[in-house]
């Protein structure tokens, strides 16, 4: 088992920044990749950014050039880096992991609330 725990959401201006961290523990070893996800209401959830253990990257094309994911090994954390938000990034922001690579996500954070005022 897998528990994620998300941080760092709030309200914030257009043009503002954000960091969004997801604390991770139980069985850190086996994750081969984790994300970030989010569902704006009335919207289906969407990848937002993946990391993989090894450090790919990828981001969904309307966040590129503004987010940037990472991760802390060491302190089993990843992080989402969000600059020059806009109202549309509003949504709840969840975190996930995944044990292999051709596998869903398989744990889940409780999300955390990210709004963004014009």
């Known amino acids: 088992q897998v528990q994620l725990v998300e941080s760092g959401g709030g309200l914030v201006q257009a043009g503002g920044s954000l960091r969004l961290s997801c604390a991770a523990s139980?069985?850190?070893?086996?994750?081969?990749?984790m994300g970030w996800f989010r569902q704006a209401p009335g919207k289906q959830r969407e990848l937002v950014a993946a990391i993989t253990s090894g450090g790919s990257t990828n981001y969904a094309d309307s966040v590129k050039g503004r987010f940037t994911i990472s991760r802390d090994n060491a302190k089993n954390t990843m992080y989402l880096q969000m600059n020059s938000l806009k109202p549309e990034d509003t949504a709840v922001y969840y975190c996930a992991a995944k044990m292999a690579v051709n596998t869903l996500y398989d744990y889940w954070g409780q999300g955390t609330q990210v709004t963004v005022s014009s």
């Open positions: 139980g069985r850190t070893f086996d994750i081969y990749g």
